[in-house]
T-cell receptor
Framework: AQSVAQPEDQVNVAEGNPLTVKCTYS??????LFWYVQYPNRGLQFLLK??????LVKGSYGFEAEFNKSQTSFHLKKPSALVSDSALYFC??????????FGRGTSLIVHP | NAGVTQTPKFRILKIGQSMTLQCTQD?????MYWYRQDPGMGLKLIYY???????DKGEVPNGYNVSRSTTEDFPLRLELAAPSQTSVYFC?????????????FGPGTRLTVL
């Protein structure tokens, strides 16, 4: 079975400060890891994914994520947060199956 | 490309009524999914399909039915609406890369059952 944990329901950060949204996973075999963002009253939008190769993955809107196999983590980061980054963020994992498992989501609030 | 489209955007049903949530994608994707999203609970998979004529149950299929007669369309049917089905429903699709492929989501249907 595969699972994803997003340990923080909410992350608060001041604009201009770095942000981290945490994700840990459990899967048999090699993981395929994804981050999606959901703005209010919208569907989920793809941010970035890790399939193989470089552990640091760069994605849309200046976001990046680091794959850490030993810690089974895939934390989402951004060097300088914007108020417009405020949204709900979902981490997802796939093992060999094409059916993904999503985390419960983390609400990011960026304060001006 | 319109991507994944869903209709309606909003709907209020009375207990026991039925309705169909429509989902269409124009990316020629084989894989399609229906999720429900409840506050603080993430996404729960209801049904999925790997191609026209093939569907399978997800994590929470009770009270729902699906069909997949074409590659483009994947409607979700609620036969006897219950208050527990109040939720936001998302349709998603991805192509043939399988586990490595990115999912594309529709804008959602917000359903209230009273």
């Amino acid at each position: 079975a595969q699972s994803v944990a997003q340990p923080e329901d909410q992350v608060n950060v001041a604009e201009g400060n770095p942000l981290t949204v945490k994700c840990t996973y459990s899967v048999s075999g090699n993981p395929y890891l994804f981050w999606y963002v959901q703005y209010p009253n919208r569907g989920l939008q793809f941010l970035l994914k890790y399939i193989t190769g470089d552990n640091l993955v760069k994605g849309s809107y200046g976001f990046e994520a680091e794959f850490n196999k030993s810690q089974t983590s895939f934390h989402l980061k951004k060097p300088s947060a914007l108020v417009s980054d405020s949204a709900l963020y979902f981490c997802a994992v796939r093992g060999g199956s094409y059916i993904p498992t999503f985390g419960r989501g983390t609400s990011l609030i960026v304060h001006p | 490309n319109a991507g994944v489209t869903q209709t309606p955007k909003f709907r209020i049903l009375k207990i026991g009524q039925s309705m169909t949530l429509q989902c269409t994608q124009d990316m020629n994707h084989n894989y399609m999914y229906w999720y429900r999203q409840d506050p603080g609970m993430g996404l729960k998979l209801i049904y999925y399909s790997v191609g026209a004529g093939i569907t399978d149950k997800g994590e929470v299929p009770n009270g729902y039915n699906v069909s997949r007669s074409t590659t483009e369309d994947f409607p979700l049917r609620l036969e006897l609406a219950a208050p527990s089905q109040t939720s936001v429903y998302f349709c998603a699709s991805n192509g043939l890369a399988g586990a490595a492929d990115t999912q594309y989501f529709g804008p959602g249907t917000r359903l209230t059952v009273l």
